[in-house]
Structures are given as structure tokens and as C-alpha cells.
């Protein structure tokens, strides 16, 4: 039982970071799972909400309704995420601090990042030229995303619902966050001014779109991860390289205030002087690469202590 209780304790806690990450503009939440080395668990209790699950649930099929998803993770991970969003928008206004200290909070965040694609890369056993192409391919694709400027987009049925499928992906996907995704499609507030005012009209077809696209895009991904681990890993490492872009403490970035929040549009990176902010920023930087490693490196212990 005890054991239990640490594990939801442990799951809690990442599912509060998970949350933090959601709260901060061009970081997603999808990144701070994979840094924390429960991406693949997070993309498998996705997809077990599955056709399956679905008819069992309408059966009232209690056994495989309540054993067919992974509950045990997905329960505390789910708490500790609102607990976060909770925490960091009332308590301690992390978008707040975004706007007085910028610097800092993406100095972290970037550590973050660097410290998880090196993890990640050393769990491969180091880059072999073979695996050029996809994690090229991947930078690529990150690049493209980060880059990107919002545009004009019709407001039709088909369009919310494609919307909704693309911005969940996003959101699952590392180095991609779903609302700039939705910003770039230029549907961010149109869309959550619909949900303000109830406007199903809009709810509706982009819900849709948004399940039919976690659950399409959960498959597709959980199948990469585990029949195809390497190539997986490599493009998503490709994308938070890419992701490093936005999340380069120094740069000159345009936010816009939609309904209250504010939300990143564009930036461009700017080579720091040396200064008092540069050099804290170095360490919090510093901080993060390291909290990423040591983290790596109790996991490990972990695993060969439960082995032996």
C-alpha cells in the first residue's frame, strides 16, 4: 500500500509539472512528460480510451471500463495537472511573471530542454548517421511550426474541426504547444470566445475534431514508440530542438492579450549582453539541465534496484 501511495505521490508531482509547463506560452505539456520520462505511459493511457473502451463503457461493461485505462497513472497525472494550472494562475501567477521576468522562466525551461534532448540522446547510445534523416526531419518540421505566422482562415464547420484535430496533436507532440497552434490558424480567439458564450455551433465540430484526432493520433504515435522507438525519439528530438527557438530566454517576443490571457505570437532571439540577468539566467539554465540528468540518473537506479 505504501508503495502505491509513493508511485500516485510521484505521479501527482509530475502531472503538477506537466501543468506548469501548459501554463507557460511556447512550452507544452507534452515536453515536460517526455522530460520527465512518462511520455510513452502518458501517450498509451490516451489511447486506451479506445473503440473498445467506448462500446464496454455503453454496455456498462464496469470491469473493462474500469481496468482497460490505465486509472493508477492517469488519476493522479490528472491531478496534479489542474493542481498546477490552479497554483500557477491564482496562487503564484506564473503569466505574471512572464511578463515582469521572462528571462528566468524560459532560462529554466530552457535547461529543461537541452537537459532532455542530451538524456535522450545518450538512452540511444549517441547519434549514428543513420539517424540524420529523421531527426532532420523532425527540426525541420519544428522549425516550420515555431516560425510560422498566424493567418486568415475560414470560419466553417470543416475548419473548426480540422482545427481541433490539429491543436490536440500539438499538444501531445513535445516542443509544440496546442494554442499557438490554434493562434497560427487563426482560430485561437474565435474559438474560445465560443466556448465563453456557449456557441455549439463552433464547440461542437471542433470537439469533435479534437477527439477524433487524440484518439487517431494517440494510435498512430503509440504504434511509433513501440514499433519504431528510435525513429520516434529521434524526430521528437528534432522538434525540441526547434523548440529552443521560442523558448531562448533573450528575444524580442509579441504577446497578445485575448480575454485576459496572454498569448505569445512571434519572437526573435537576441545575443544577451553580459550582465547580472544574463548570468542568473546561465544558472537557472544550469539548474534545469542538471534537475533533468539527476532525474535520468535516480530512474536508472531505480529500474536496476528493482531489477536486482
Request: glycine residues 10%.
Amino acid at each position: 500500500m505504501n508503495q502505491r501511495i509513493k508511485a500516485a505521490a510521484v505521479i501527482v508531482l509530475k502531472g503538477f509539472c506537466m501543468g506548469a509547463a501548459d501554463v507557460v506560452p511556447g512550452v507544452s505539456g507534452g515536453t515536460m512528460a517526455f522530460i520527465l520520462g512518462i511520455y510513452t505511459r502518458f501517450v498509451d493511457a490516451i489511447k486506451s480510451f479506445d473503440a473498445t473502451w467506448m462500446k464496454a463503457f455503453v454496455r456498462f461493461d464496469l470491469p473493462t471500463v474500469l481496468t482497460r485505462p490505465d486509472f493508477p497513472f492517469i488519476v493522479p497525472l490528472v491531478v496534479g495537472i489542474f493542481c498546477a494550472i490552479l497554483f500557477f494562475t491564482h496562487l503564484i501567477p506564473l503569466p505574471r511573471l512572464l511578463e515582469t521576468h521572462p528571462q528566468y522562466v524560459y532560462g529554466l525551461f530552457f535547461g529543461l530542454i537541452i537537459g532532455s534532448i542530451v538524456v535522450l540522446i545518450k538512452g540511444l547510445g549517441g547519434l549514428r548517421p543513420i539517424d540524420m534523416p529523421p531527426l532532420i526531419a523532425g527540426l525541420l518540421l519544428g522549425i516550420v511550426l515555431v516560425t510560422a505566422v498566424p493567418a486568415e482562415t475560414p470560419d466553417t464547420w470543416w475548419f473548426v474541426m480540422l482545427c481541433g484535430a490539429l491543436s490536440i496533436c500539438a499538444m501531445v507532440v513535445p516542443g509544440i504547444s496546442g494554442s499557438f497552434v490554434l493562434l497560427l490558424l487563426g482560430k485561437y480567439a474565435y474559438v474560445l470566445d465560443a466556448v465563453g458564450h456557449f456557441r455549439m455551433a463552433v464547440v461542437a465540430p471542433f470537439a469533435l475534431g479534437a477527439l477524433a484526432g487524440l484518439f487517431s493520433f494517440t494510435r498512430l504515435l503509440s504504434w511509433l514508440l513501440h514499433r519504431h522507438e528510435r525513429v520516434a525519439l529521434l524526430a521528437i528530438s528534432g522538434i525540441l530542438l526547434a523548440s529552443l527557438w521560442v523558448v531562448w530566454p533573450f528575444q524580442q517576443r509579441r504577446y497578445v492579450e485575448i480575454r485576459g490571457e496572454l498569448k505569445w505570437v512571434e519572437s526573435s532571439p537576441l545575443l544577451p549582453e553580459f550582465s547580472g540577468t544574463a548570468l542568473a539566467v546561465g544558472v537557472l539554465a544550469a539548474t534545469g539541465f542538471v534537475i533533468v540528468v539527476a532525474m535520468q540518473r535516480v530512474a536508472s537506479t531505480s529500474v536496476k534496484s528493482g531489477d536486482s
